[in-house]
């Protein structure tokens, strides 16, 4: 049978949670408001680097805020492998390259890669690091 936890301990542990306390309201944050001129920065920044989270910081607002005004000024921010690039990955990988080889290629983060090769339903090998360690990836498709 388990112990009942101490009660001390749990009133403790509430005064110490940052939830609200039962019965209060929660204060919504709203998202910042750009000016038309904070939005063309934002796309500025988002065009010279290509990263919708230091745009976002470079405007002190989050990658969420910054995502969506960047939809709204019509700048697809996520970029997907399209069926050429999977078809691609899949011959180099099979060809013996390594995620990160075809990543770096492509133009994509290795993980991405390998998710369209699992999709794909290619068998993925060990990375280099568990095959040194001798062990086996568990992460292989069936």
Do not use: W
């Amino acid at each position: 049978m388990r112990n009942a936890p101490d009660p001390r301990a749990l009133a403790d542990k509430a005064r110490r949670s940052r939830r609200p306390a039962a019965g209060t309201q929660c204060v919504k944050k709203r998202a910042k408001r750009l000016r038309p001129d904070e939005v063309q920065e934002l796309i500025a920044h988002y065009r010279e680097n290509g990263s919708v989270t230091a745009a976002a910081k470079a405007l002190s607002i989050t990658r969420q805020t910054a995502g969506a005004y960047l939809s709204e000024a019509g700048i697809a921010t996520v970029h997907r492998m399209s069926d050429a690039d999977v078809t691609e990955a899949v011959s180099a990988y099979e060809e013996g390259q390594s995620a990160a080889r075809i990543g770096r290629r492509l133009g994509f983060d290795p993980q991405t890669v390998l998710t369209a090769l699992r999709r794909a339903s290619v068998a993925i090998r060990p990375s280099s690091v568990s095959r040194a360690r001798g062990e086996q990836d568990t992460r292989t498709t069936t």
